[in-house]
């Protein structure tokens, strides 16, 4: 009788186990991806692009440089920045520091960069960024997004909080496509912390450019 039953409990639960070593589908509003997002990527258009560039000094005092790039791997469907999101990535700025932001888009799916507040990224759409200039040009760019393409924008942070650098095509964000960006009002130069890493300083300014700095210095 023991034996029965056991074998009743075990044919209920069977079904379920079976299920649940399937692998999850993808949310709806991730139609337009694929499991393997970065198929089709121009790799050209990234091609020599390493963590270390995605934050790095600038020749300029108080500057600093992003590189942000979209479907950088197929985290998230390829809804990530440099590999990360939902904020699993981030930005740390000193307060009143100009930023200058490279955006790349290397996938045929459009994306597009934003800086928005922290608590709007449940919107489905954004209509301006945070910070004047914060946004990739020519708008509304940021809603249609961007497709084997790249663009530059900057801004400076010139107030203290918990913002995001996000992907304004609408529903993206909301889908957990953006990473986090602290302007900070104690920090005394930009960090970068990538996942579970410790947070990392900017690289140095290029070699090129450190020696247009030095160049400078030694003229005046």
Known sequence: MIRSLLLSLLALCAPS???????????????????AASAGRKMELIE????????????????????VVAVFTDDNYGMNFNGYAKGGALYTIPKGWTVEVTFINPSPVPHSLIVVEKDTLKSIQFKEPYFKGAVVPEAPKHLVGMAYDKGTFSF??????????????PGHAAAGHWIALEISADAKAPTLKLGDAEAQAASPAKAKDAKAVKDAKATK
């Open 156 to 169: 400076v942070a010139d107030e203290a909080g918990d913002y995001a650098i996000a992907c304004g095509f």
């Open 48 to 67: 020599g692009i390493t963590s270390a560039d995605f934050l790095r000094l600038s020749s300029k005092p108080n500057t600093v440089e992003l590189v």
């Open 17 to 35: 186990l079976l299920r649940s070593e399937e692998p999850a589908a993808a949310p709806a509003d991730h139609a337009h991806h694929t499991e």
